[in-house]
């Protein structure tokens, strides 16, 4: 779709990660609060840009929760650019923060057309949409073309109420029209993001050795179906870029005065061969990026960490969730023990840090059942480690099988994850390790900022001061 008004105003679509009460991480159909006043800009926002600009928008990012705005800042801002469309990011954890404000925005700009993108639209969308009458639709894929094409269907340059591909909508207070869901696989092109329209110094992570950070993804989806994850394969597909369109990316962040590359995608390596060509290519460009990523211990070869390591990768993030033989096969998690412990030495062998992320209270799982993985995460010498408490997620196997799905109480799940975080962080002799890595002045910040964050979060835990970090979505 090409827009067709190039001597007249330009169509205005704001991008918008709305305000909240916490710092919520809620883009890519996952939820959290930032638990060391971490922050990352919004995927889902960042892969509209380039399509947007590429069609002749006018388009504006605003991060209320980067910029710290409030909510009537946030509605001053709007009113001040005057959108013919916003696209607003919206999540379970802050949804009746996200109803409230939404509704406020729709009464102070009732011609504003409210199009939604979220978790809360992956399991009945249509039902999210029925209920609040305050959007005029949703997108149910951020990659594709959909955002072209609801904007043009609520434009009124379409005729007609036929349902569009993925995507809900209303047309002139129509009853919601949902359209099918489809899941290509294979590759997918992508105009290039504009990471510029970001406030690319507001954005901090734990992970990151240089500063600034910009955050890319390499595909969509994900290659493995693990229960209790929105981005499974059942739910989003996989499909991957072309390797030469990531390269075309990095080219234009490296010319923003980025050093430092966080790689979104689910699993680096899902596919060895490309994602080897893309580090050697990262190589032979001389980007000399510092950079980290996730991936699984079950990809994760001699070969490919080489390639890893050469083109700047200093840490990998792996979802080891349990130590339990059995809760990691209920998950179908599809690793065991030996692959993790196979995956952390070739990764210390290489000189790559570890970071691992652990479900506390995968159902079925005892106390002890969880403790015995915290000392496993100590055994195999993680370098960070993080303690998520158990929750149906929309999108998730356990959310399409709720009544089977039982977990612990949940002050009892937090009582044994600030047991978990005390017993895994603070240990002389890990605190030491951590302070003898120290490359960097920015590695600094981010050791005292982390600490102060864990010190800060145990505190508020004891005393009952730490916001939920399970809310139900229904």
Not at 55 to 81: H, R, W
Not at 104 to 120: A, F, M, R
Not at 220 to 246: M, Q, T, W, Y
């Amino acid at each position: 779709m090409t827009q067709s008004n190039t001597k007249q105003t330009k169509q205005k679509v704001l991008l918008l990660n709305l305000p909240g009460k916490q710092q919520y991480l809620k883009d890519y159909y996952c939820n959290n609060i930032s638990k060391s006043n971490y922050l990352h800009y919004p995927m889902d926002l960042l892969f509209l840009t380039g399509r947007l600009d590429e069609n002749n928008f006018e388009v504006k990012v605003i991060d209320a929760l980067a910029k710290k705005y409030t909510t009537e800042e946030t509605i001053n801002k709007i009113s001040d650019f005057k959108p013919d469309y916003m696209v607003g990011l919206v999540g379970s954890l802050s949804w009746e923060e996200d109803k409230e404000f939404l509704k406020k925005v729709k009464s102070q700009n009732p011609k504003l057309k409210i199009i939604g993108t979220g978790d809360v639209f992956l399991d009945d969308g249509l039902k999210t949409i029925q209920e609040n009458s305050f959007f005029d639709g949703c997108i149910l894929d951020f990659s594709d073309n959909s955002i072209l094409n609801i904007i043009k269907k609520l434009s009124g340059s379409s005729n007609g109420k036929e349902p569009l591909e993925n995507c809900i909508y209303k047309e002139n207070g129509s009853a919601p029209i949902p359209g099918k869901v489809t899941r290509t696989k294979g590759e997918f092109s992508l105009p290039t993001p504009k990471h510029e329209y970001f406030p690319l110094k507001e954005y901090k992570y734990a992970f990151s050795r240089e500063f600034p950070t910009a955050h890319l993804m390499t595909d969509f989806g994900c290659a493995f179906n693990c229960s209790f994850c929105p981005i499974r394969n059942d739910n989003l597909g996989f499909k991957v870029r072309p390797v030469d369109e990531v390269i075309k990316e990095l080219k234009y962040i490296k010319s923003l005065g980025v050093k430092e590359l966080y790689f979104r995608d689910q699993t680096f390596g899902a596919n060895k061969k490309r994602a080897i060509e893309l580090c050697n290519k990262m190589t032979e460009e001389g980007f000399k990026f510092s950079w980290h990523c996730f991936s699984r211990v079950d990809v994760i070869n001699e070969e490919l960490l080489d390639a890893m390591k050469k083109s700047g990768c200093h840490t990998i993030i792996f979802g080891i969730e349990s130590a339990n033989e059995k809760a990691l096969q209920d998950v179908q998690k599809r690793i065991d023990t030996e692959k993790i412990k196979n995956a952390f030495a070739l990764c210390k062998k290489q000189k790559i840090r570890r970071a691992a992320t652990f479900i506390i209270g995968i159902p079925g799982e005892t106390e002890e059942d969880i403790m015995r993985t915290v000392n496993f995460a100590i055994d195999i010498d993680c370098t960070f480690a993080s303690f998520n408490l158990a929750d149906i997620r929309p999108g998730t196997d356990w959310s399409h099988h709720r009544e089977q799905v039982k977990f612990l109480p949940y002050d009892e799940l937090v009582r044994i994850r600030n047991k978990a975080i005390k017993r895994f962080y603070l240990r002389p002799g890990y605190i030491f390790g951590r302070i003898k890595e120290i490359t960097t002045l920015y590695d600094i910040n981010v050791l005292v900022e982390e600490g102060v964050g864990i010190v800060v979060n145990l505190f508020k835990s004891a005393f009952g001061l730490q916001p939920k970090m399970v809310k139900e979505f229904k």
